[in-house]
């Protein structure tokens, strides 16, 4: 697999980034969720939406992959943050994730973006909308919820988060395999050769546990966005498995009905993942709605 990873400075950070197509095309943002690497937006998938005439671009967040990691903060006491005890902050929040992603606008020259986040970066995405709504053509947002709240995981859902971390290569893919076979599509298979392929990739490019506790600890601080999404103007896509048991369908009627016009996507069959068979349908849904909002935007970008 040819290395298309480029580096970023943002602030004190430095973001992996790897970009798909032609640069003089609408660029359009992807940003993973908790614990994944941008490995988790599928090669072929990428290249499937350039093309469709966009500058795709995906980064390894903060703490993940090969962008920064901030070992010197330690590692969060996750159970005491759960429990409501905020003596001892998390090193960074959700917002501060969101302006990772402004950063790296900014170290790419561009003035905005059309953005789609999954799971965690879904709610990374609404946060950079509610702070930097001028910067975004159209947000996307997958298998998310504007609260922690709302769509809360089933507890075999949550459990398999929590799996004892692997050690080489292969228990990171036998992990992965028993991550997906708990909150994956039930109503699409496994494509297990591939998620085991991608699970030792990632482990090659990075593997720092602390650097996911502390991905999840910003989770658990970040205030509920509603409010800030009820003020947003932004065309806004929702799109969420019906039978997704890690974020519950209810964090995307929840999401759904704070945005303002708002068109919300629900989709039988699918769980906490993004299974092949349904690519044409995601990528479907995904160009028609930035497709629609660069039309409409066409004189204010």
Same mark, same amino acid.
């Given at each position: ?7 970023? @400075?943002? *602030? ?8 798909? *197509? ?8 992807? /940003? ?24 795709? +671009? ?54 905005? @973006? ?6 965690? *970066? ?37 459990a398999a988060l929590f799996l004892p971390p692997p050690t080489d290569a292969d228990q990171a893919a036998a992990r992965s395999l028993a991550v997906y076979r708990v909150i994956g599509s039930p109503g699409y298979p496994l494509d297990e050769a591939r998620l085991a392929e991608t699970a030792r990739r990632a482990f090659a490019r990075g593997h720092d546990p602390a650097g996911v506790a502390r991905q999840f600890a910003a989770i658990v601080v970040s205030p509920d966005r509603t409010k800030g999404l ?10 969420? *498995? ?19 016009? @708002?068109?919300? /996507?629900? +989709? ?14 995601? +990528?479907?849904?995904? /160009? ?14």
């Open positions: 697999m040819t290395d298309r990873t480029e580096r970023a @400075a943002v *602030g004190d950070l430095m973001i992996a980034y790897e970009s798909f *197509g032609d640069p003089a095309d609408p660029p359009l943002v992807l /940003v993973m969720g908790l614990a994944t690497q941008m490995l988790g937006w599928d090669d072929p998938f990428c290249v499937r939406l350039a093309e469709q005439g966009f500058h795709v +671009i995906r980064f390894d967040n903060r703490d993940i992959g090969l962008s920064t990691h901030l070992a010197e903060a330690g590692v969060p006491d996750v159970a005491a943050l759960l429990s409501g005890d905020r003596s001892v902050p998390p090193p960074y929040t959700l917002l501060d994730m969101a302006r990772d992603t402004a950063g790296l606008l900014d170290a790419l020259d561009l003035r905005s @973006a059309h953005v789609v986040g999954a799971s965690m *970066g879904g709610m990374v995405a609404q946060q950079f909308a509610i702070g930097h709504p001028g910067r975004v053509r159209s947000l996307t947002s997958i298998m998310s919820t504007p609260s922690r709240e709302v769509g809360a995981a089933r507890p075999e859902a949550m009820r003020e947003l103007g932004v065309p806004t896509l929702v799109i969420h *498995g019906e039978d997704d048991p890690l974020v519950q369908v209810d964090g995307a009627w929840a999401t759904a009905d704070a945005v303002p016009g @708002a068109r919300l /996507v629900v +989709i039988p069959g699918m769980g906490h993942n993004l299974p092949e068979p349904l690519w044409p349908q995601l +990528i479907d849904e995904i /160009v028609a709605h930035v497709r629609s909002a660069e039309e409409a935007g066409a004189a204010r970008f």
